[in-house]
Structure formats: C-alpha cells, structure tokens
C-alpha cells in the first residue's frame, strides 16, 4: 500500500531555532496535511496544502507541496517550548475516489529552554 | 470553534466483549472516518464513511468492527469481541469532502 517516509524520527533542539522536516511517498498525493500530536490527545491540523508547488504559512510554520506531489516539507521558525510533541505528515490520493489518509510514522520534537 | 468530541475518553474492556465507541462529528461535516493508533506507532486509517454507508474500509476494518450513523449526530464503532491486539487510541473524524479531516480526542481502548 501507499507509505509515507518521514524524517527526521526526533530531533531535539533549543528554543530559538529553528527546525525541518519532511515526507516523501513513491506515489502522488494531491493534498498534504501537517498535523501536531500532544500525548493522549489527537491530531491537531496545522496547515492543509492542495496544489503542487504551493508554499503556506500559518504563523512561525511554513510548509510546502513539492512539485512532483510526491514530497511535502514543514518549518517551525523561533520554536518555543510548546511546540514540543509529535508532528505528522498525512497525504492523500484520489486514487479510486479514496478520502483516507496515509501518515507518516511521526517527528518526536523536543525544545530545550 | 467547532470541533469533534469523543467519548468515553478511555474504555477498559475484557478479551470477547463488545465495545462501542462514540464521536459527534463537526455539524456541517458530510464525511466520517475512524482510524485508530498503537502506542507508539503511526496513525492508521480503518473506514469512512458517507451518505450513510461505508465507502472505503482497509483490511484492519474486518467483520468484527462496524460503523452506524444511528441519528443526525453521532457517529459509532463498533467492535463486537475484542482481541488484545484491538488495543489502542482510536480517533473518529470529519471533513466537509474537501480532504481536511478534523481529529477528535480519542478514545483509549484497552483490552485486558
């Protein structure tokens, strides 16, 4: 089936700078979603991407939908101490009219004060 | 601001028995969906659902669960004799089918 590879798994950073990451998929994805997941709680939408090439910001986030629909990027600027958890990707295809959503495995962030 | 609610949060349930979770999806919200999570691991879709029937289900989605829309606001899983393995943070969401699927809390699922 359909795999999202996400990486970094982890990174642990100080509060100030700044962090990256990534999903890449052997197959093409018409939207990409970022999602933010605090322990015991669900995933929170962070940002929603529907067209190849298309650069978001929401606040310090920033992402963008690669250009072959098979890879999406996410930025934190300034990171603070509560954008600590675990930040997912998910993508979608409308292969066969599918609604659901494949995620990647998860990066576990952590902001040292 | 709108949101999915979920309940119980936690659900502790002996191997066999029938479990039924619940969500009331976003009321404006044409789409619904379940996935479920093990701890640790990635979010995994199980079904969706719309127009009041299931229109895509993965294998996890076997005989054993079921879904039911009983009125115009509640949204159920039902797994009818659970398995350790059925263990889990399962999450219902909601979309208005422009594919930006709004979470729930969860439910945790525990089977002893």
């Known amino acids: 089936g359909q795999q999202l590879n996400q990486s970094p798994q982890s990174m642990f950073i100080q509060e100030g700078e700044d962090v990256s990451m990534n999903c890449t998929s052997s197959s093409i994805f018409n939207t990409w979603l970022w999602y933010k997941q605090d322990p015991g709680e669900g995933p929170v939408l962070l940002i929603a991407?529907?067209?190849?090439?298309e650069l978001t910001s929401n606040g310090r986030l920033t992402a963008q939908f690669g250009i072959t629909r098979k890879d999406s990027f996410l930025n934190i600027s300034a990171s603070i101490p509560s954008d600590v958890g675990i930040y997912f990707c998910?993508?979608?295809?409308?292969?066969?009219?599918?609604?659901?959503?494949?995620f990647g495995k998860g990066m576990k962030l952590t902001v040292n004060p | 601001e709108p949101e999915v609610t979920q309940t119980p949060s936690h659900q502790v349930t002996q191997m066999g028995q029938e479990v039924i979770l619940r969500c009331v999806p976003i009321?404006?919200?044409?789409?619904f969906y379940w996935y479920r999570q093990i701890l640790g691991q990635k979010v995994e879709f199980l079904v969706s659902?719309?127009?009041?029937?299931?229109?895509?289900k993965s294998e996890i989605f076997d005989d054993q669960f079921s879904v039911e829309r009983p009125d115009g606001s509640n949204f159920t899983l039902k797994i009818r004799s659970t398995k350790l393995e059925d263990s889990a943070m399962y999450f219902c969401?909601?979309?208005?089918?422009?594919?930006?699927?709004?979470f729930g809390p969860g439910t945790r699922l525990t089977v002893l």
């Open positions: 998910a993508g979608r295809s409308t292969q066969g009219g599918s609604e659901k959503l494949v």
């Open positions: 969401a909601s979309s208005t089918g422009l594919s930006t699927q709004y």
């Open positions: 009321s404006n919200h044409l789409y």
């Open positions: 659902f719309y127009n009041n029937e299931i229109s895509e």
């Open positions: 991407l529907y067209k190849a090439g």
